[in-house]
């Protein structure tokens, strides 16, 4: 990747993860992923947001994996979805042929415990897609879907940029 484009992915990642991102450290741009870093925290982390959408959202949705390591986390997986949920809805999230059946509220979902988030990133790291799935507080079915392409090296960036840390 060129520098221009590598510097046009990073503006536009920006943009959209402003929130996430504000006065935190870049650790690149790897594909459709990014991977951060929050001295303030201290926690590290890969983002990405879904494929773009026609319909309405709710919300700004994104993906991230998650480090702390001062709390010894590493690999936590956080989605925030594109609709608010319905109270009990069933969360899905489907990586290949692979099925996860998330926990979460509102517009966020978690995988269940530490064991689902190690399942879940072993997954994206083989996977191509990964795809979530919903019911919003109208009725209706939704799914925000994300390209894997980069995601193992933003994982793994994030990962080495907290045990600097």
Same mark, same amino acid.
């Given at each position: ?113 530490? =064991? @689902? !988030? #190690? &399942?879940? /990133?072993?997954?994206? $790291? *083989? ?26 090296? =933003? @994982? !793994? #960036? &994030?990962? /080495?940029?907290?045990? $600097? *840390?």
């Amino acid at each position: 990747m060129t520098n221009r484009l590598a510097l046009s992915l990073f503006a536009a990642l920006s943009a959209t993860f402003a929130a996430p991102i504000l006065a935190k450290d870049s650790l690149g741009v790897f594909s459709s992923w990014a991977a951060f870093r929050d001295p303030n925290v201290p926690r590290c982390y890969a983002i990405a947001k879904p494929e773009p959408s026609k319909l309405a959202r709710d919300y700004e949705p994104f993906a991230t994996i998650g480090t702390w390591s001062k709390r010894q986390i590493r690999g936590q997986v956080h989605i925030r979805l594109s609709r608010e949920i319905a109270g009990r809805s069933a969360i899905t999230l489907i990586i290949n042929a692979k099925r996860f059946s998330l926990t979460g509220g509102g517009g966020d979902a978690w995988a269940r415990d530490k =064991a @689902m !988030d #190690a &399942a879940i /990133v072993a997954a994206m $790291r *083989s996977g191509s897609r990964m795809t979530v799935n919903a019911v919003d507080k109208g009725g209706r079915r939704f799914s925000d879907t994300y390209n894997l392409s980069g995601a193992a090296t =933003a @994982m !793994d #960036a &994030a990962t /080495v940029g907290c045990a $600097r *840390s």
